[in-house]
């Protein structure tokens, strides 16, 4: 992986696990979600507007812009029932076990190949990701044999993993064309046309399907937090965009993982939310698993 994608995928965790605590302590108002969004997608028009001249290059890719744009809205949906039933340092971290099936999709159907030391890179991030929710290592082979862990909460969090899978890889190869007509800025275009279908059918599920009427009241009652959370989430994944174009997907969305870590230790020192055992085994598993997605 090149120190260039290294570098991107880094600056983005920090945003990116940031942007997510702000969700859980907003995660009975699913305003917040929709306020949110709708920010990120007032904060690219600019970017949008730049693509109008050149829109014959966004066009052959206007389906993965579409399909990505449904996997992101429900990734949101997802992400903010995770965070209502239960708790960060237990939903963050599995709701980011996504790399186990991007490199399965990326490989059956892509063609893309991965290293053996990125492979096993990928497999102990999830292991980890999978590790955390769990008080001790007996807890997990308990609740693993029983079938228990199959939780309300650990059942949102696979689905936003899916849901990241998905938008992860329309991402890549959909972002593609754009970057090689345009550069950086293709990619943050595509981005940006992206964040506005987005902020379009979140507004639409939020207000017709969870009936939530004062949808978007979060702008004005907590304008600060939602602006910050906005900036936040755009650069966090602006910095992946350019990433897709110097690295694997599969190791991007692997190295991304290291948000996890710092999702456990926000968790603790901002929820207050205990560090158990599994928690501190699983948080060392996937940093030892970065370590060697960072050498493939």
């Known amino acids: 992986m090149s120190l260039v994608a290294i570098l991107l995928v880094a600056a983005s965790v920090v945003f990116h696990a940031t942007w997510n605590v702000y969700l859980k302590e907003e995660s009975s108002d699913a305003g917040f979600l929709v306020s ?45 029932h995770t965070y209502r039933k239960g708790d960060f340092s237990v939903g963050y971290p599995v709701s980011r076990s996504a790399p186990i099936f991007v490199v399965t999709i990326a490989g059956l159907m892509l063609g893309e190949t991965t290293s053996a030391t990125g492979l096993a890179g990928i497999v102990l991030v999830v292991a980890g990701c999978f590790l955390i929710p769990f008080g001790s290592l007996k807890d997990f082979a308990r609740e693993v044999r029983s079938g228990s862990f199959l939780s309300p909460a650990m059942g949102f969090a696979l689905l936003t993993a ?39 059918m979140l507004y639409g599920i939020a207000r017709f399907g969870l009936r939530q009427r004062e949808t ?13 959370a906005a900036f936040l989430m755009t650069f966090s994944y602006g910095f992946v965009m350019v990433a897709y174009q110097f690295a694997n997907v599969s190791y991007v969305v692997g190295f991304r993982q290291l948000s996890v870590v710092l999702g456990v230790v926000l968790g603790a020192l901002v929820l207050k939310e205990r560090v158990t055992q599994g928690r501190a085994v699983g948080t060392a598993i996937i940093a030892i698993g970065l370590i060697l997605i960072a050498l493939a």
């Open 216 to 228: 978007l009241r979060p702008l004005v009652t907590h304008a600060k937090k939602v602006w910050i």
């Open 36 to 80: 949110f969004n709708v920010a990120a997608a007032i904060l690219v028009v600019p970017l949008a507007l730049w693509t109008l001249p050149r829109i014959e290059i966004f066009l052959p890719v206007a389906p993965h812009l579409l399909a990505s744009s449904v996997c992101n809205a429900f990734y949101y949906l997802f992400l903010y």
């Open 162 to 200: 899916l849901a990241t899978s998905g938008y992860s890889l329309f991402d890549k190869y959909g972002s593609l064309p754009p970057y090689r007509a345009a550069g950086t800025l293709g990619s943050l275009g595509y981005m940006a046309l992206e964040w506005l279908l987005t902020g379009v």
